[in-house]
């Protein structure tokens, strides 16, 4: 979860405009959780784009006008029905949580084979392994450039990628730095969460092209 501070407002054609601090991490689609900036900014919004210049309103056909000479970074812009408000100092938070489900924790027991009883330890691992794997490949997809949605993978090489990732995690229980826990007096493979093969089918790092 992430908090950002906002530092300027500005509501314009029933479109509202907050500037932050330091650059956010959403994108377009993300829910965000305006609070104390003040009636009508604070609650749950939709980004609806991340505007780098100040924002004019709308045209006849409903485009967002923005005057291109006066760049205004950090900025996020959601709908909201309200009256205008020029744009002027302000205080509050953005905080941005996303959660992703693309598997769960009956797909993760697919995966593996087995039937893990709830509750149990291995259970709450297994959660804890499933919540952990969703959040870092969505996480690390974004960073490589991706817009996904939270609920829905967005192929079925990234859901075989996080369930890979997510079924390591769990079989790593235990373990000592690099190695897998065994009983086994031949010695121990090496352990690999984030191997090739799941880099590969969650598309990262994916080359940064101009």
């Known amino acids: 979860m992430a908090t950002i501070t906002v530092t300027h407002k500005q509501l314009r054609s029933n479109y509202a405009v907050l500037q932050t601090l330091t650059p956010a991490e959403f ?4 829910s965000i959780v305006v609070a104390t900036v003040g009636v009508p900014f604070n609650g749950t919004k939709i980004v609806y784009a991340l505007p780098q210049f100040l924002f ?22 959601f709908a909201e029905t309200s009256d205008d408000i020029e744009r002027t100092a302000a205080t509050g938070t953005i ?3 996303p959660v992703c489900t693309w598997v769960s924790a009956a797909d993760v027991m697919t995966y593996l084979g087995i039937t893990i009883a709830n509750p149990s330890d291995d259970y709450t ?13 969505y996480r690390r997809r974004q960073e490589s450039g991706y817009t996904d949605s ?3 993978s967005p192929g079925g090489d990234a ?6 990732y997510c079924a390591a995690l769990w079989r790593s229980r235990g373990s000592i730095e690099n190695t ?3 009983f086994d007096g031949m010695g121990t493979a090496t352990q690999q969460s984030l191997t090739p093969i799941v880099k590969q089918l969650l598309g990262i790092p994916r080359p940064a092209v101009a």
């Open 27 to 30: 994108e377009v689609g993300d």
């Open 56 to 77: 004019l309103g709308i045209d006849s056909e409903g485009d967002l006008l923005f005057d291109y000479n006066i760049p205004i970074p950090n900025q996020v812009l």
């Open 95 to 97: 905080t941005y949580a």
């Open 125 to 137: 691992l297994l959660t804890q392994s499933v919540s952990a794997g969703n959040q870092f490949c």
């Open 150 to 152: 939270l609920t829905t």
């Open 159 to 164: 859901t075989l990628g996080t369930l890979m």
């Open 180 to 182: 897998y826990a065994t």
